[in-house]
């Protein structure tokens, strides 16, 4: 079992920057692959980014490369969403998630736990 606690959300204009955090508690953090995913209102659970658990490989939805940088620090047990030039279309509530299989990375389905989410808003 883990548990993800997001942190960072709020309230940004257009063109602006956040940084999310997730900080996990539980079984070993680096045996986890970590991803990044948001929902908005009326919306499905979207795919945002992935880091893997053994080489840190990334994955990004195209709508966010250039803009979002995914990154973990094991040794502190956290994974932080660097978001900037940030649109109101990135307006969502964003979720941590952790996959424990070697595949499926930006399938939500196929993530085994999930934080609380953090409310992100971008004003125009």
């Known amino acids: 079992q883990v548990q993800l606690v997001e942190s960072g959300g709020g309230l940004v204009q257009a063109g602006g920057s956040l940084k999310l955090s997730c900080a996990a ?10 991803g990044w995913f948001r929902q908005a209102p009326g919306k499905e659970r979207e795919f945002v980014a992935a880091m893997s658990r053994i080489i840190g490989r990334t994955y990004y939805v195209d709508s966010v490369k250039g ?23 990135d307006t969502a509530v964003y979720y941590c998630a952790a ?25 125009s």
Request: aromatic share 12%; hydrophobic share 25%.
């Open 25 to 34: 508690s539980g079984r070993t953090f680096s045996s986890y692959n970590m």
């Open 67 to 89: 803009r979002f940088t995914i990154s973990r620090d094991n040794s502190k047990r956290t994974v932080d969403l660097q978001m900037n030039s940030l649109n109101p279309e």
């Open 99 to 123: 996959n424990t299989r070697s595949f499926g990375l930006q399938t939500p389905d196929l993530y085994d736990y999930w934080g609380q989410g953090t409310q992100v808003t971008v004003s």
